[in-house]
T-cell receptor, first 114, second 111 residues
Framework: DTEVTQTPKHLVMGMTNKKSLKCEQH?????MYWYKQKAKKPPELMFV???????INESVPSRFSPECPNSSLLNLHLHALQPEDSALYLC?????????????FGPGTRLTVT | GEDVEQSLFLSVREGDSSVINCTYT??????LYWYKQEPGAGLQLLTY?????DMKQDQRLTVLLNKKDKHLSLRIADTQTGDSAIYFC???????????FGTGTRLQVFP
């Protein structure tokens, strides 16, 4: 089983709302990732968690707040977003954070900020 | 920083072979990956190659790696309409522990 699940599939939120994206994997992977993908562009890394600790933050604005409550779950808390934050948000996981560990992606959450 | 480039578009007839090309700049690359993304979906891992290999075959997929020229290709044999998607190559950039994606190639398969 190489499944990563993400909820919700679609999310529309206003600039004053607070919402959360959720990601779950049951493969025993110890590294989890958030990526942002704009239309017709490749995914861009936002955050990496390794063994439930934040190991990489790609200078992401503080209106995006990641959380890793346990080794199977990854959340992305959203607050005071801007319309330019509208994108597909992809979660991924891998056995470890090194190059030899393939990253498996979820289906994504399509976020629209109005 | 690391730069990974792909041609934007490829159109092939059903049943023909498709070859998608990728160039990268990181001379210390160890693992290179190919992902497929269908419209509105996440990324599906197709295959990967370790840098000490020249070629890897996996059913209809063949990956060729030319380390000297920093060139990677993905050949899809007997291309089907279900292969229509965007294909991304990705290089794990050891300097930063990040997976760097190419610009993506849109493959269109026509009957």
């Amino acid at each position: 089983d190489t499944e990563v699940t993400q909820t919700p599939k679609h999310l529309v939120m206003g600039m004053t709302n607070k919402k959360s994206l959720k990601c779950e994997q049951h493969m025993g992977h110890r590294a989890m990732y958030w990526y942002k993908q704009k239309a017709k562009k490749p995914p861009e890394l936002m955050f990496v968690y390794s063994y439930e600790k934040l190991s990489i933050n790609e200078s992401v604005p503080s209106r995006f707040s990641p959380e890793c409550p346990n080794s199977s779950l990854l959340n992305l808390h959203l607050h005071a977003l801007q319309p330019e934050d509208s994108a597909l948000y992809l979660c991924a996981s891998s056995q470890g954070s090194g190059p030899q560990h393939e990253q498996y992606f979820g289906p994504g959450t399509r976020l629209t900020v109005t | 920083g690391e730069d990974v480039e792909q041609s934007l578009f490829l159109s092939v007839r059903e049943g023909d072979s498709s070859v998608i090309n990728c160039t990268y700049t990181d001379s210390s690359s160890t693992y290179l990956y190919w992902y497929k993304q269908e419209p509105g979906a996440g990324l599906q891992l197709l295959t990967y190659i370790f840098s000490n290999m020249d070629m890897k075959q996996d059913q209809r997929l063949t990956v060729l790696l030319n380390k000297k020229d920093k060139h990677l290709s993905l050949r899809i044999a007997d291309t089907q309409t279900g292969d229509s998607a965007i294909y991304f190559c990705a290089d794990f950039w050891a300097n930063t522990d990040k997976l760097i994606f190419g610009t993506g190639t849109r493959l269109q398969v026509f009957p």
